[in-house]
Each structure stands twice: as C-alpha cells, then as structure tokens.
C-alpha cells in the first residue's frame, strides 16, 4: 500500500546576514563567511518501512523529528531530496485543515471551493452539503467570511469536508484535537469508522493515550531517523521512558 525507500529530505535554512554591513565584513572574515553546509537541514534521514492496507500506523517523536515532513511526502506534497516513495491508492490528507480556504468567502463558499481542491466534483458536493453542515455544527455560520471564524471553527469545517468520503489511505496531523470536546469525540468515530471500514492509516499525535487506542503499529522518529518500530505499547513506552530520562 505505501512502501519508503530511504527517504531523506533536505531543507535549507535560508540563514543570511542580518545587514550590508554584515555582508561587507562577512566577505573579508573567514570566521564570519557561512558555508553552504551550514544551510542545510535534515529533516528526513533514510527512512524506510512498509505499510500494508488496513494498518494503522501511529508516528510518534519530538517537535522537530521529522513526522509532519514525512506525511507531508508521502502525500506527494513534498518530494523527498533522496529515496523513493510508493503509494497505492487515494490518499486524503489532513496536514494542515483549512489550508485551502479563502479567508473572503463564507463558509457555504469555501465548501465547494475545498471540495473541488480535494477532488470533489460540484455535484458530489451538492449532494453532500447537508451532510458537512451538520457534521461540522456550524449550520448558522455557513454565510459567515472565514475570516471571522475561530482557528477551531475553521478546522471543523475543513475536517467536516476532508471526511466526506472514505478514502483509500489517511493522512492525519494532530487534527483529533480540532473544536470542543464534543468535536474531538465525534472526529475520533469518524476516524474509527474509516478504519473499521477498511482505510489505511498513518497517524500523528502527541498524544500516547490515541495512538495506544487506534493504531495497530509505532514508528519512533527523532531528528529525522527511525528509532524503534514495533508493537503501540512497546515504543510509546521506551518513548515515555526516554523523554522523562
């Protein structure tokens, strides 16, 4: 189903002199002079593993490790600096909820306009409208500008959207913590229909208790290298250990 070949990614930092007078002296100072080595950031460092359909694969790690960039290539939103990557099937990603929206138009608006980013056509839509609007509660805002909607709105909406559908594989980032608690537990049903029904998942959270209740495999990722691959309880636990050490 998705299968990583020594995926590595590489980013670079962008880091400049602060001011001409720094570029002029910089030009003349050795130890002033930085290397082009010195830009680049490994977020990614040959990564590889398998995911078989109906998994459901937790990703765990610091801030920093590499887990939004991974999700981010296997989604082909990024393509890696080195390795391979295949997938099998329709991928729907939520990275990055809302990102597709319009700030200026309404919520009614911005429905079609992130159905047609994720591949809905107008009529499929239409016919689903109803449906969004319920899910995402927000059944007397929907001629509201986006503007004007809380970050929490905002990605009720956006997950309300990117649900619609059973995809073949899921993409998830920390979006289960999304709206009220009411929301979260609705978001994790959905979720947990998705996966009954046969989707393959790759999950991020920072939160252990989720990713020992919903996925049936752990990657530990730390500086952009694999640490453990196993069992949930297995590597949440030599993660805690290693976090509180």
């Avoid at 939103?77 to 309404?106: C, H, Q, R, W, Y």
């Avoid at 239409?126 to 609007?133: A, F, G, L, R």
């Avoid at 537990?185 to 393959?200: F, Y």
């Amino acid at each position: 189903m998705i299968k990583l070949e020594n995926i590595s990614m590489k980013f670079n930092l962008g880091i400049e002199a602060t001011s001409f007078k720094e570029t002029f002296i910089a030009l003349f100072n050795k130890k002033k002079r930085i290397k082009k080595n010195d830009n680049e950031f490994w977020a990614l460092k040959n990564v590889s593993f398998e995911v078989q359909q109906g998994e459901v694969i937790g990703l765990i790690g610091s801030n920093g490790a590499g887990k939004s960039t991974l999700l981010k290539v296997v989604s082909g939103v990024m393509k890696p600096t080195k390795g391979k990557v295949t997938v099998n099937g329709i991928i729907s990603p939520m990275i990055e909820l809302g990102a597709g929206f319009d700030a200026e138009l309404t919520a009614r608006e911005n429905v079609y306009l992130n159905g047609a980013i994720l591949g809905y056509s107008k009529k499929f839509i239409e016919e689903k409208y109803q449906e969004i609007v319920e899910f995402s509660e927000l059944k007397d805002f929907m001629e509201v500008p986006v503007k004007n909607f809380s970050s929490g709105m905002t990605a009720k909406l956006a997950f309300s959207i990117a649900t619609i559908v059973n995809p073949e594989i899921l993409i998830v980032d920390e979006i289960l913590s999304v709206g009220d608690i009411k929301f979260q537990e609705k978001s994790k049903k959905k979720m947990m229909d998705m996966i009954k029904g046969g989707t393959t998942v790759l999950y991020v959270s920072h939160t252990l208790d989720s990713i020992r209740e919903l996925c049936t495999k752990v990657i530990w990722l730390e500086h952009g290298e694999i640490q453990m691959i196993g069992k949930p309880n297995e590597v949440c636990d030599a993660y805690y250990k290693k976090q509180l050490g």
